[in-house]
């Protein structure tokens, strides 16, 4: 089904994208680390994707995940800080 969808080119993103990326930097002192389900840039457009198995009655939460992920992105160089990205939260 999920591959189906039109929404997110979730296969492409598979397809050209890395999975479990893992993360780490430091700021103001402290360490901070994540862990990116899914993330990649296709025809020009950049995606971090997370997949749930809660409910979506606890989205705000997951895209305040998916916004620290992105700021983590920055941090290490991965992606510049102007540039567009698209959000995505799979259950």
Do not use: M, N
């Amino acid at each position: 089904y999920l591959l189906q969808q039109t929404a997110i080119p979730l296969l492409k993103i598979i397809q050209l994208g890395e999975t479990e990326f893992g993360f780490s930097f430091v700021e103001d002192s402290r360490r901070f680390s994540g862990q990116i389900d899914l993330w990649g840039t296709v025809q020009g457009e950049t995606w971090i994707v997370d997949y749930k198995t809660g409910q979506s009655k606890y989205q705000k939460e997951a895209f305040e995940q998916l916004q620290f992920y992105h700021y983590g992105l920055i941090k290490t160089k991965e992606i510049q800080s102007d540039r567009e990205v698209h959000l995505a939260v799979l259950y």
